[in-house]
Nanobody, 121 residues
Framework: QVQLVESGGGLVQPGGSLRLSCRAS????????MHWYRQAPGKQRELVAD???????YYADSVKGRFTISRDNAKNMVYLQMNSLKPEDTAVYYC???????????????WGPGTQVTVSS
């Protein structure tokens, strides 16, 4: 079994910064892409950023230049550094990981439970 746990969310003023972390644990053989999504109240969940196992990254236009995704393969962790935060960044942030478990040839997707980010003065 695989578990994902996010941390680092909270309340921050506009223009501030937060760093989200997500750790994957359990019976993991190999991790491929790692992603951050967010869902604001009344809106659909959207992709914020992702990073492939070769380090290639993607960012939504709304966060380019402000957010940075990174990963630590040795620790099975993915991070999201969020700078110059805006009220419209307020949402629950979720990490998603694509991986093979031990003795499992099927590529599976796992989601974390989410962490709340609120940007408000």
């Amino acid at each position: 079994q695989v578990q994902l746990v996010e941390s680092g969310g909270g309340l921050v003023q506009p223009g501030g910064s937060l760093r989200l972390s997500c750790r994957a644990s359990g019976s993991i053989f190999s991790i491929y892409a790692m992603h951050w999504y967010r869902q604001a109240p009344g809106k659909q969940r959207e992709l914020v950023a992702d990073i492939a196992n070769n380090g290639n990254t993607y960012y939504a236009d709304s966060v380019k230049g402000r957010f940075t995704i990174s990963r630590d393969n040795a620790k099975n962790m993915v991070y999201l550094q969020m700078n110059s935060l805006k009220p419209e960044d307020t949402a629950v942030y979720y990490c998603k990981v694509d991986l093979n478990g031990d003795f499992d040839p099927i590529l599976r997707t796992y989601w974390g439970p989410g962490t709340q980010v609120t940007v408000s003065s």
